[in-house]
């Protein structure tokens, strides 16, 4: 689990999005390349032509997160596992499922923490993950506007992404805050 999370980390975000798409894409044929999927009359519908044109740029964005917070998680969890009130909780006789909840409960905070800048971070991941897979979102429109040096457009996207990674740090604050009432202190 720790190579996996490692490995996660330490692989652009680009060039596993060009390896995927090569090796399911063209090599083995099992998912399309790239696009959004058919065209149609604009709205959206979740059919399984739609869904095949998500899964690579999904796993793609999802590889680093989930490393940046398995990591985390895992030394956070070992941390905690450690000190003395586990012990004590053990030397009581509580089961292990009464020990997880403990565990749980101290490591919940600080894993959201991560949690929450880990999805901010996925926006600026974004930008070259829409690029590769030539997928239709705010990551794809900022990259255009940057090459097309569209100042009003690239202000505009940007704005908007810092407005909701602002948003989304706020409300991870506000959900640490109600887990954790020290915290609000």
């Given at each position: 689990a720790s190579i996996t999370a490692v490995l996660g980390v330490s692989v652009p975000h680009y060039w596993l999005g060009m390896v995927m798409v090569i090796v399911f894409?063209?090599?083995l044929g099992w998912l399309p390349p790239g696009g959004a999927g058919p065209g149609g009359s604009g709205d959206w519908q979740w059919t399984w032509e739609?869904?095949?044109?998500?899964?690579?740029?999904?796993?793609?964005?999802?590889?680093?997160?989930?490393?940046?917070?398995?990591?985390?998680?895992?030394a956070l969890v070992a941390d905690i596992l450690a000190q003395e009130f586990?012990?004590?909780?053990?030397?009581?006789?509580?089961?292990?499922?009464?020990?997880?909840?403990?565990?749980v409960?101290?490591?919940?905070?600080?894993?959201l923490?991560?949690?929450?800048?880990?999805?901010?971070y996925l926006l600026g991941g974004s930008i070259l993950i829409e690029t590769v897979f030539s997928w239709p979102g705010a990551g794809f429109l900022l990259n255009s506007a940057i090459f097309q040096r569209d100042l009003p457009l690239l202000q505009g996207t940007i704005l908007v992404?810092?407005?909701?990674?602002?948003?989304?740090?706020?409300?991870?604050?506000?959900?640490?805050?109600?887990?954790d009432p020290r915290i609000a202190r």
């Open positions: 894409a063209v090599l739609h869904m095949q044109h998500l899964v690579l740029p999904a796993i793609t964005m999802s590889v680093i997160p989930m490393g940046i917070i398995a990591r985390t998680v895992r586990i012990v004590g909780l053990r030397a009581k006789g509580l089961t292990d499922v009464g020990i997880f909840q403990h565990v409960k101290n490591a919940a905070p600080t894993a923490a991560v949690m929450g800048l880990q999805l901010g992404l810092a407005m909701f990674f602002v948003v989304l740090n706020l409300l991870v604050d506000v959900v640490q805050s109600t887990l």
